[in-house]
């Protein structure tokens, strides 16, 4: 299924008409799409179009700006990765804002996530109260990169040992082991085993071109004349 | 028609603006008083084929006569522009007015293209970005609220053209405006006495206006779907006037929200507009095909999605080609080249970011013009340098929506805020970690199973570096890519004939091939046998 990137199941209709329409660049709706972020931060669900909607209200009315509300939207986008939405934040908000805390925290985040460099990430996320606080409000952080983190692994592996992949996910024990059969992997004397997918099965094709009859149809009638 | 621009300008412009000895808000009046000097220099000074030209273009506008105006504006007027007004401007409007029966409609558009022609060949001052930014106004004013729909009929290229150069000179003015060092105190209390002019929220109203004045969207979606377009354009979309003005501002907001880095809403500007059909409005003015595929491309680029973007460039690079000997007579000949080579960059770019097979000859012409930074991007310690180049080169002039905050006292000794600085910033930022990947498919390609730590050794990284670095490649490989629908949906896909595996420290690496294509060597061989048949039909007649 064709579909646009991060949006949710279900979108309310009210969200929907003011993205589509020119009432996203009213001043007074901004409100509206902030109340939409907060249920976001809470059912674990991501759309990133209409919180592109509100940074857009921000970078025209600076005055709207809400520090709290920028944080919860790049947030949510790490969340996303490796999806680009943290990067298309970034393009709309100023300068400023890019340079400064806490935003500069959170491109640290998305620097390490970006380069699969995930033990470096829970290193860096564990090493400082700040990250905690900074990810506070959205509800299943840790949980959502946990799950993108073993996208990433299934797509790569079909095996990886077991002391590996605790340090990617950042678990261990009882939890590690639920972790990996929620997956669907099986685990046995340290070699996490990952079903084969469409993504980790790395099969060799042989590209071969697709004549269709109607492209044939000039030569057919051409040959016909002679 | 303008892409350049004019970094260099500004100081001109103050050293210019600052001779005037001005009061407080007597600026306009002194800029009347220096308008009106000039307005009898010039009188004495229009030539009798410049006069008889106005005369006679008057006449083809009130009679609406699009195909004369086609070759005026097209020709006459770049005729006369380059024989006496290469280095000068235009006569004054308020000069030629006798000449048109003082006729408004006229002068408002013959001062659309007076501006231009500044703007173009010489250098705008202060006074003329807001007054060609006031002609505007009338003009739209004039188009929106009349009553009921003008009867005016203006050339497609001319529309475009309107539309282009209005987006062209609010993004030269905003760049103008964030130069605020050595401007003079008159020119930053005019900027801060007319905050509204050239702002964004009147830049949109006017596109926006035009769209659904034109309703534009609702024969676009009639015309994909079916239905009654008479009733679906209503009693102003039915005219060709605004038809086109509602189609060009779609693209016009397509290219308006990539100057303000909002590239998803770019690309979602074109929901209705349907870019595989062929006899698609844009294509009717070429300069519009290319701007439009232009930012579409730049704008996929921007979101990742690299395989989109290649398509796109890609698409409309052939189409030049194709079009060249046809083209080159035209005065966008330049402009539409300039945008080639800018495209040839934006790919190499993304060729290197999503390894691709391209059509041959764009392959070639981009060899031909891009090969040493090819090379150069593929080299981790010269690539960033090589990026870095080209998007600066080919990027389009990124704007900042609101300006310097010109009520602060401390905003003179602020460093201005660079809006094509900060893209590329955050842009590189994100290439910066494909810079090894290049090298890794390298080497990937010569093995079918290889352990990841003799691998590492070659790369001369360390194993569990690798490790991520196979990790973000996988990854990297998989784009959301158009199929069907509008230009924002897509589904995952791989995009890398290079494929791989990993069973704990082992990479099992396979590749797709292209198998042989009996296609083109059948056609060979029909034409051949044609050719026998034909020669030994020949010989028995003989």
Redesign the interface.
Known sequence: ?????NTPASRPEVIQSLIDG?DR?NPDNVSILEEYLATQCTNKECD??AN?AIL?LY??N?HLINDQVVNNILVKALTTL?E?DF??C???L???L?TEEPVVRL?ALQ?LL??????DFWTAYEGDDIYKELTAEVLGFEESIRTNIAN??A???????LE?LQRYVHLKGQALSDFIKAQGWTEASG?VAIPVNK???????????N?KFEQLTK?IGH?ND? | MNYEEDIDIASEVDLVVSAYPVQDDGLDEELLAADQTSQQYQEVQIPEVVKNFIVFFHRNVVENNVYELHQIYEHSFNKLTEKFYAKESWPEPEAISPLVNDDQVFLTLYRELYYRHIYSRLTPMIEHRFHSYENYCDLFNYILNSEGPVALELPNQWLWDIIDEFIYQFQSFCNYRNRIKNKTEEELAFLRDNSQIWSCYSVLNVLYSLIQKSRITEQLLVSKNGGDMQEAAGEYGSRPLYKMLGYFSIVGLLRVHCLLGDFTLALKMMDNIELNKKQALFARVTACHVTTYYYVGFAYMMMRRYADAIKAFSHILTFINRTKQYHTRSYQHDQINKKGDQMYALLTLCVTLCPTRLDENIHSQLREKYAEQSNKLSKPEEAMQVFEELFLFACPKFISPNGPNLDDPEVMNLTPFEPVQHYTKIFLSEVQHSILLPTLRSYLKLYTTMGNAKLASFLEIDPEQLRTLLMMSKIRSRQMKWVSGTLLEGEYQGTSDLDFCMKEDMIHISESKVGRRYGDWFLRNINKFQDILGGLELTTKA
């Open positions: 299924m064709a579909r646009v990137s020119v660049y990133t179009m592109l857009k970078q025209f600076t490796p680009p990067n298309l970034l393009y709309l100023n300068e400023q890019v491109i620097d970006e380069q699969a460099r995930y033990a990433a692994v797509m790569t592996f079909q095996s990886i040992e590996s070699v993504d980790n099965e790395a099969k060799t094709t042989v590209l071969t071109e004549i030569i040959s002679a």
